[in-house]
T-cell receptor, first 115, second 115 residues
Framework: DAGVTQSPTHLIKTRGQQVTLRCSPI?????VSWYQQVLGQGPQFIFQYYEKEERGRGNFPDRFSARQFPNYSSELNVNALLLGDSALYLC??????????????FGPGTRLTVL | AQTVTQSQPEMSVQEAETVTLSCTYDTSESDYYLFWYKQPPSRQMILVIRQEAYKQQNATENRFSVNFQKAAKSFSLKISDSQLGDAAMYFCAYRSQNRDDKIIFGKGTRLHILP
């Protein structure tokens, strides 16, 4: 079975532009979460989507938005990019059932650089 | 709000020796999950070990074990018989026992294995 996949691998944008990152969860998983990992820091939770509904939101500005499609893949959109948005964006998938044994599996991430 | 603190930015250990990574957390919740994640250089984040707060017994996974002290809000990771492949960034992480998958990560400890 394929793991969590993310595209693109790397992305370079300039300030003020908009970016869309994509994530495909593990087959059978209905939950996708997005995290931002700034260099040298731990990941920070941005969003969780389960069954196409937003289940959780972190402390990020409205420039960040996401959605989940009927096939459970997800997109993260960031508008009006700032230099501080440069980071590794991680996607994680899980069954979404919330059990203690429900593991989140992380993708390889998308490295976004804002110039 | 919950917080996770890792006070050791970097650690080194000789191959085949034992090393302990420290983590403390703060929460007012009584039921939650704790994790240690491993992030090798330029590779995906993977789950090393998990602990349910309601379980008194410390979790073990092969060479990895934890020392969970609920009253002290301490959750350390012990790696026995360290191997070169253990070199990575290790993140201590917390998840509430509620509907969402939000994981709160510490800043990480970079572990170097000396041959």
């Amino acid at each position: 079975d394929a793991g969590v996949t993310q595209s693109p691998t790397h992305l370079i944008k300039t300030r003020g532009q908009q970016v869309t990152l994509r994530c495909s969860p593990i087959s059978g998983h209905k939950s996708v979460s997005w995290y931002q990992q700034v260099l040298g820091q731990g990941p920070q939770f941005i969003f969780q989507y389960y069954e196409k509904e937003e289940r959780g939101r972190g402390n990020f500005p409205d420039r960040f938005s996401a959605r989940q499609f009927p096939n459970y893949s997800s997109e993260l959109n960031v508008n009006a990019l700032l230099l501080g948005d440069s980071a590794l964006y991680l996607c994680a998938s899980s069954s979404g059932m919330g059990f203690s044994t429900d593991t989140q599996y992380f993708g390889p991430g998308t490295r976004l650089t804002v110039l | 709000a919950q917080t996770v603190t890792q006070s050791q930015p970097e650690m080194s250990v000789q191959e085949a020796e034992t090393v302990t990574l420290s983590c403390t957390y703060d929460t007012s919740e009584s039921d939650y999950y704790l994790f240690w994640y491993k992030q090798p250089p330029s590779r995906q984040m993977i789950l090393v070990i998990r602990q349910e707060a309601y379980k008194q017994q410390n979790a073990t996974e092969n060479r990895f074990s934890v020392n969970f002290q609920k009253a002290a809000k301490s959750f350390s990771l012990k790696i026995s018989d360290s191997q070169l492949g253990d070199a990575a960034m290790y993140f201590c992480a917390y998840r509430s026992q509620n509907r969402d998958d939000k994981i709160i990560f510490g800043k990480g400890t970079r572990l170097h294995i000396l041959p």
